[in-house]
């Protein structure tokens, strides 16, 4: 069995005492968490149970990232609420199927390298966004059942015992660290519930949770183009937020233990998960950034962790249910507050006066796009877009040229920075045509030609100079460089005259 875990784990060295109490741990942070998001899709809470036990095991023995906890999630249901209610479940297990499928051609194809373009004030607004959803997330244990907030000694008991579990898992990893301070927190405030008889809410309040072991069948939706069609959009939707948010919660997790996890496999994992999920009546999810936290927390770093969470989830389900739905919901509010304080990057607000206006611009509108629209592959993507436009309006900026004649009498350029869409107006306004010798230089020893528009603003210099029968020669022009402008050859006229005197990059046209 050693050996089978080690294997799993990269040969990592398994703390198993550790390994299994944060895995029960997050077992029981986790049915409460299935519920909420199940019914938010307007599913069966059993659907979203069965989806964190499928994504689960699967993810944490095929993953790229020991440690990582996937299940159903809010993301998730947000996408595929619009489907459940007009089209039943039968759809949604059709559609996470298909967003599986998507998935794991996207790890085959090795996009996870794409989370490389996510700036780091993306996911700082990332982080904080979700920080804040979290723990808004737990006010609605504030209310009672009509959506009213709590007064009197109902919510002085709730306050109470959430304060207790906060206080426990703050202050008990300063004493010990023997037991995971997140289990003994439930754990005691289980046993004051249950030894007092005290009057709060439960887990049973919410939904039961009894059933047996995930049921497998094959979806039960026509076999159509018109059913593509359909359920198409909701899976590319679902696949991407599910990458975008389990390749963010990994890269967290690898700053967290200074590791580094696989994203295209964590892709290939999350997508197989998936797959069976939808085969075995789940709703699907990705990666869960409150529960990863819980288990880096509880100090596990290995696969068993997410494994034992998996299945005592199962157990729960099948053999549990009547003690599991017996669990004080304060205990899990505290719990979950504590991960939403832990998972707010509180270093970013200290970074406010030395980062540049562009970026504390883009963790802000980030972080408010994650509260406010609760669309966390949107937030990603808008942050990605303004970053890059930020990026282009920088660079384009600092093309510049350096002039001097030669005792030849020839004039030469000298450009610094890329030359690209953004800079080719600036790059035009450099060069002085009409008053230039009969012979110029432009030296792109410091400097690249990007993209195509940067080939057609060479293309246009060149017509100039010619017009005015003057030569113009392209110096130290980089092997990329001259294999665009030669792939160019057959779109635009690039009118280079070669010069062997000065080396010229590329042959006469």
Request: aromatic residues 8%; contains cysteine; charged residues 15%.
């Amino acid at each position: 069995m050693r050996k089978i875990f080690n294997l799993f784990d990269l040969k990592q060295q398994v703390d198993y005492k550790t390994e299994i109490l944060s895995g029960l741990t997050v077992a029981l942070a986790l049915v409460p968490e299935a519920i909420a998001f199940a019914m938010i899709a307007g599913l069966s809470p059993l659907t979203g149970l069965y989806a964190a036990f499928v994504m689960g095991l699967v993810t944490s023995i095929l993953g790229g990232r020991p440690g990582m906890i996937s299940g159903a999630t809010g993301a998730v249901a947000v996408v595929i609420a619009a489907l459940a209610l007009s089209h039943g479940p039968e759809y949604i297990f059709a559609t996470v199927i298909l967003a599986g499928l998507i998935q794991v051609s996207a790890g085959v194809l090795k996009l996870g390298k794409l989370m490389r373009l996510v700036p780091h004030p993306v996911i700082f607004g990332f982080v904080n966004g979700l920080a804040i959803i979290i723990f808004m997330a737990q006010l609605d244990q504030f209310k009672d059942g009509s959506g009213s907030w709590l007064t009197g000694q109902p919510l002085y008991i709730l306050l109470g015992l959430v304060l207790l579990t906060m206080l426990i898992i703050w202050g008990l990893p300063k004493i010990t660290k023997a037991v995971p301070a997140s289990l003994t927190a439930i754990l005691v405030i289980f046993g004051l519930v249950s030894y007092w008889g005290i009057d709060t809410r439960t887990v049973g309040d919410i939904a039961s949770i009894n059933g047996g072991f995930p049921p497998f069948h094959i979806p039960a939706v026509p076999f159509t183009w018109e059913s593509f069609v359909l359920i198409f959009p909701y899976a590319a939707i679902m696949a991407g937020v599910g990458l975008i948010e389990s390749l963010l919660t990994l890269n967290i997790v690898d700053e967290i233990t200074e590791t580094r996890g696989r994203g295209n496999k964590e892709a290939v994992a999350q997508g197989t998960a998936n797959i069976l999920s939808g085969f075995f009546s789940g709703m699907g999810g990705c990666a869960m950034i409150g529960q990863s936290l819980i288990n880096i927390s509880s100090g596990a770093r290995a696969r068993l962790s997410g494994i034992v969470a998996a299945v005592m989830l199962l157990v729960f389900i099948m053999f549990g249910s009547g003690l599991i739905e017996k669990m004080p919901m304060a205990a899990l509010t505290g719990l979950m507050i504590m991960v939403a304080v832990g998972t707010f990057e509180w270093a970013s607000l200290k970074t406010f006066n030395r980062m540049p206006k562009s970026d504390i611009f883009v963790m802000v509108l980030v972080t408010l796009v994650t509260i406010f629209l609760h669309n966390l592959a949107l937030a990603v993507v808008i942050g990605v877009v303004i970053s890059a436009l930020v990026f282009a309006w920088d660079n384009a900026k600092r093309i510049r040229a350096r002039k001097h004649i030669d005792k030849n009498g020839i004039k030469h350029y000298e450009i610094y920075g890329p030359l690209f869409f953004g800079s080719v107006t600036v790059f035009n306004e450099k060069f002085d045509v009409l008053n230039d010798p009969e012979e110029v230089i432009i030296d792109f020893a410091e400097s690249r030609v990007v993209d195509m528009s940067g080939i057609e603003a060479l293309n246009k210099l060149t017509e100039r100079y010619l017009k005015v029968g003057k030569k113009l020669h392209l110096k130290h022009l980089s092997p990329d460089c001259r294999q665009l402008l030669h792939n160019a050859n057959e779109i635009i006229d690039v009118n280079i005259i070669e010069d062997p005197t000065y080396k010229v990059a590329v042959d006469k046209i």
